[in-house]
């Protein structure tokens, strides 16, 4: 696990950027696994900037997003085909035909829990994935569990979750109880994983997934196990781990 302090959450954002423009620039036809959540905004602004400035060209890119809630129509404002629309996708060249995201309105949910691994398994797997991690360590919306989950499934949110997520709802009634993700195991196959956090309230996060045991009460542990991450941090979500551990940038 190699490990990146920035000064600022602009200086995160900028260098999360970076690295995807690399990788788009090594590879035009990049499989980019993408996450919602405020985290990643400032990363999404810099790449919209990128791609005004010709730096980077999303044409034969191909994205597929983490999650997405379940029974919440992907017009409404909270949907994160809306968030990703709203802060990406509007503004580059992908193809449409090139994103996916999981249908959280599909009859047949497992199906869909099915298809989409299959897509991802089928265009070769992703190259680059990007997390953010939650209070609890969730990363998709694997919550602090008693097991590891292999594949994409429908997952309950914990309460903890749903306050948190509470903010950008009208009331706390209104956040969906279920949601689609990719599981850990999905995660996992991924070539590359870029965890971003920043804010004093990720730190506890953050230091459990560096250091503590590896266990699925922990989510993001298992990436003590994967053989390329990156994590990027703010001096906040930095605060408790040993300098020794990490480059400051
Ligand atoms: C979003 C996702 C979640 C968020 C996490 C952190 O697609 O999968 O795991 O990354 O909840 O959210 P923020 O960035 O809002 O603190």
Redesign the pocket.
Known sequence: MKILVCENYDKLSEKAAQLIMSQITLKSNSVLGL?????PIGMYKKLVEMYENKMIDFSDVITFN??EYQNLPIDNDQS?HYFMDENLFNYINVKRENIHIPNGMAKDIKKECIEYDESIRKIGGIDIQV????NNA????NEPTVNFEKKTYVVELQESTRIANARFFNSLDDVPKNAITMGIGSIFKSKKIMLLAAGENKAKAIYDTVYGKVTPEVPASILQLHDDVIVILDKEAARLLNPVDYSVV
Do not use: K, N, R
């Not at 996450?35 to 985290?39: E, N």
């Not at 997390?131 to 939650?134: D, E, F, K, T, V």
């Not at 969730?138 to 919306?141: A, L, P, T």
């Open positions: 996450a919602t959540g405020s985290t983490l999650d994160y997390l953010g991690i939650g969730h990363i998709g919306f």
